[in-house]
C-alpha cells in the first residue's frame, strides 16, 4: 500500500505529466532530427564522398555460404550506418544542450532578487525576507 501512496504523490505532483510530454517532444523531435540527417545530410556527404547510399558503405567480412542445405549469413560490418547513427547523436545531444541552457539561464534570471526585469517567484522573495530579517537580528 505504501508503493501505491507513492505512486500518487509523484503522479499528482505533475512529475509523471511532465515525463511522458517530454517523451512525447522528444520522439516527435527524433523524428525530426532523423529526416535531418538521413533526407538532408546524408545525401551531401554521400555527394561528396562518391557514393550513391551512404548507408550502403560497409566491410564485408565473410560472405554467406551454404553447408549441408543451411545458409549461413554473411557477417557485415555496416559502418554507414555508424556514422549516421553517430550524426543524429550529436545534433539531438547538441541541441538538448542548447535547450538545457537556455531554460538554466530563463531560472537564474527568475531566482536573481536583485533583477528589477524579472518577476521573483513568492517563495523566494519571502525566503529572501526571511534571511534579510535573520541578518538584522544577528547583528543586534
Known amino acids: 500500500m505504501k508503493i501505491i501512496k507513492e505512486f500518487k504523490e509523484f503522479a499528482v505532483k505533475g512529475n509523471m505529466f511532465d515525463m511522458a510530454i517530454g517523451i ?6 527524433s523524428k525530426i532530427v532523423n529526416s535531418l540527417v538521413g533526407d538532408l545530410m546524408m545525401p ?19 560472405d554467406s555460404y551454404v553447408i ?3 545458409t549461413k549469413p554473411s557477417i557485415v560490418l555496416k559502418y554507414g550506418l555508424f556514422i549516421q547513427h553517430t550524426i543524429d547523436f550529436t ?10 541552457k537556455a531554460i538554466n539561464r530563463l531560472r537564474t534570471k527568475s531566482e536573481d532578487e536583485t533583477n528589477p526585469t524579472e518577476v521573483t517567484p513568492k517563495n523566494i522573495q519571502l525566503l529572501a525576507e526571511i534571511r534579510d530579517l535573520l541578518k538584522e ?3 543586534s
Open 24 to 29: 512525447i517532444i522528444g520522439t516527435a523531435f
Open 68 to 70: 549441408d542445405g543451411i
Open 91 to 100: 545534433i539531438i545531444a547538441i541541441t538538448i544542450f542548447m535547450v538545457i
Open 137 to 139: 537580528q544577528n547583528r
Open 44 to 62: 551531401l556527404f554521400s555527394f561528396f564522398t562518391g557514393t550513391i547510399n551512404f548507408q550502403d558503405l560497409s566491410v564485408v567480412l565473410r
